[in-house]
T-cell receptor, first 117, second 112 residues
């Protein structure tokens, strides 16, 4: 069974710095898809970035990038030049590349990011 | 960008009550999902659907029914609500099997 673990429950950093949030996953599949989501204080959940397991290059979108280390089953989210509005809870999720019946996302429990002014 | 709406946004009911949560998406996505979010558990999948008339069981289906009437509309039914179903419920949709999911704003349900 697939499993996603985020060990950092809360991180606090100063504005304009770079932060990395960790995520490790377990899967038996050779093909899988990894996602990061952000949940704001208002409760809104927003998709940020994805990494497909067969792609060697780390994904980058705006000031979000991923550190994909496949041998370690690790997908870290890096946020550069952090802003106050980046304060939120960040979720890592995985979708295995299996059959139709297995097409669900498994989420980690989230990391709360606090950006200090 | 996908537009997913949910209604009501807040709902209070009593134990044994009948509740229907509604979700509509307007981006022609085939896949729709219902999740509940609880402190300490994160997001957990209740039911999902590949298309109109299709239903799939998620990870925490007990006490919930779902119905997908059209490609746009997905409903979650609690026929005998219990306090353990007090939670924040999210609907989501996605274009395809391996695509990212887009979430609605959530419905906060309280069962007294």
């Amino acid at each position: 069974a697939q499993k996603v673990t985020q060990t950092q429950t809360s991180i606090s950093v100063m504005e304009k710095t770079t932060v990395t949030m960790d995520c490790v996953y377990e899967t038996q599949d050779s093909s899988y898809f990894l996602f990061w989501y952000k949940q704001t204080a208002s409760g809104e959940i927003v998709f940020l970035i994805r990494q497909d397991s067969y792609k060697k290059e780390n994904a980058t979108v705006g000031h979000y990038s991923l550190n994909f280390q496949k041998p370690k089953s690790s997908i870290g989210l890096i946020i550069t030049a952090t802003q106050i509005e980046d304060s939120a809870v960040y979720f890592c999720a995985m979708r295995e590349g299996g059959t139709e019946g297995a097409d669900r996302l498994t989420f980690g429990k989230g990391t709360q990011l606090i950006i200090q002014p | 960008e996908a537009a997913v709406t949910q209604s009501p946004r807040n709902k209070v009911t009593v134990t044994g009550g009948n509740v229907t949560l509604s979700c509509r998406q307007t981006n022609s996505h085939n896949y729709m999902y219902w999740y509940r979010q609880d402190t300490g558990h994160g997001l957990r999948l209740i039911h999902y659907s590949y298309g109109a008339g299709n239903l799939q069981i998620g990870d925490v289906p007990d006490g919930y029914k779902a119905t997908r009437t059209t490609q746009e509309d997905f409903f979650l039914l609690l026929e005998l609500a219990s306090p353990s179903q007090t939670s924040l419920y999210f609907c989501a949709s996605s274009e395809g099997n391996y695509a990212e999911q887009f979430f609605g704003p959530g419905t906060r349900l309280t069962v007294l």
